[in-house]
Every structure is written in C-alpha cells, then in structure tokens.
C-alpha cells in the first residue's frame, strides 16, 4: 500500500514558466513533508521541508504547498531553469524525531529550453 | 567534509554470492539508512540504525544484514546474493532533533546474475 504518491511520472516545462509538482498522502499520521531531488548517477539531495502546522514555506525559487484536509503538497519552481531538470522525489515523515521517511515514486521534469 | 561516501560504487555478482556494501559519514550523524531504489518504486527502506551497535529492520529487510559497529560506519551485507537484489542501494545518514532531512551518499549499482 502506497502511502505516498506521486501520480505523475513525468513533467515537461518551458524555461521560466512555472513547474508544479504533486504529491499525495493517505496516512493522516504525517506531519512533516519534504521535497529531493535526485540527478542521474547521485544520491537524492533535501530540497525544501514544511511541518503539518504551516500551509506554505518558501525558499528562494522553490514554495511547497500543503493542504492537510486533501493530503495533499505541491512543489512550486519558478522560474524553472534548464538545472532542475531532475526525478523529484517527496518523502513524508510522523514527527520531527522519527527516523523513517517514507518516499513517493517519483516524477521526472524536463525544463525545454 | 566528504559527507556520505559508499563503497563500491558498482558491483556485478552471480548469484548466491555474498557482498558487503559500506557507507561512511564524517558529519558525526546518530542515525543511518540503507534504501534500495527500483524503477517505479522510489526508495524503500531496507535497515536502519538509531545508534552504534542498534539496527532495525524497515520496509524490505529479506535477503540483507547489517552492523553499525562504529558511529561512522553502517555495512549492508548480501548472504547470497538473487537477481531480485540488482538494484542501486543508497546510503543516509541524519541527526533527528537537529534537522529532519537525511544526507545521501551517490549510490551503488548492483548487479545480480
């Protein structure tokens, strides 16, 4: 049973428009969320997080959205860059201490130039 | 500061051959992770450690052993390595109560045949 979804497999976005990114959740025991990002041939790299009690945390190019009611986050890239061409992984966690994080499938975004 | 490092970076077995996978950190981290990812699958967790000399099994922890003999170090082992074990195995590490992201190592390749 997956409990972290990333239904889109893959994503195609114009340079400088804005890619947005999903992911869904089914266990309402979560409360903190995060976005990677994984290059070929590397490990996965943290990207942005956010805690169950706030809505939207923003860094530089990069806001994730979460929306508790519909178990449900978004990641915001904008502009989007050639760079972020990459299989963005989110991940889901029950509390700030806990150990295990529990990863979605991935989506694949392709910035076309 | 190296981060995470893994050795080796890629390996081919024959089956029921065993292997050892190493992963160390230099970022004085309590936690560390062995994941293995599969086309489709994300990441999944194979065995974790909340400290030297304590491991603990995760999502997928058939076919595999480990040890955290030292604070920097955590060994995958592979007993007798099957063709449903080629996959690329990623190491993590990360200090819970500090930050909530874990810290990857590049990977291993790993082929069964």
């Known amino acids: 049973d997956q409990q972290v979804k990333q239904n889109s497999p893959s994503l195609s976005v114009q340079e400088g428009r804005i890619s947005i990114l999903n992911c869904d959740y089914t266990n309402s025991m979560f409360d903190y969320f995060l976005w990677y990002k994984k290059y070929p041939a590397e490990g996965p790299t943290f990207l942005i997080s956010?805690?169950?009690?706030?809505d939207k945390n923003e860094d530089g190019r990069f806001t994730v959205f979460l929306n508790k009611s519909a178990k449900h986050l978004s990641l915001h890239i904008v502009p989007s860059q050639p760079g972020d061409s990459a299989v963005y992984f989110c991940?889901?966690?029950?509390?700030?201490?806990?150990?295990?994080?529990?990863f979605g499938t991935g989506t694949r975004l392709t910035i076309i130039p | 500061n190296a981060g995470v490092t893994q050795t080796p970076k890629f390996r081919v077995l024959k089956t029921g051959q065993s292997m050892t996978l190493l992963c160390a950190q230099d970022?004085?981290?309590?936690?560390m992770y062995w994941y293995r990812q599969d086309p489709g699958m994300g990441l999944r967790l194979i065995h974790y450690?909340?400290?030297?000399?304590?491991?603990a099994k995760g999502e997928v922890p058939d076919g595999y052993n480990v040890s955290r003999l030292k604070k920097q170090n955590f060994l995958l082992g592979l007993e007798s390595a099957a063709p449903s074990q080629t996959s690329v195995y990623f190491c993590a590490s990360s200090s819970p109560g500090l930050r909530i992201e874990q810290y990857f190592g590049p990977g291993t390749r790993l082929t069964v045949t």
């Open positions: 970022m004085n981290h309590e936690y």
């Open positions: 450690s909340v400290g030297e000399g304590t491991t």
């Open positions: 956010i805690s169950s009690i706030k």
């Open positions: 991940a889901s966690s029950e509390d700030f201490g806990n150990e295990k994080l529990t």
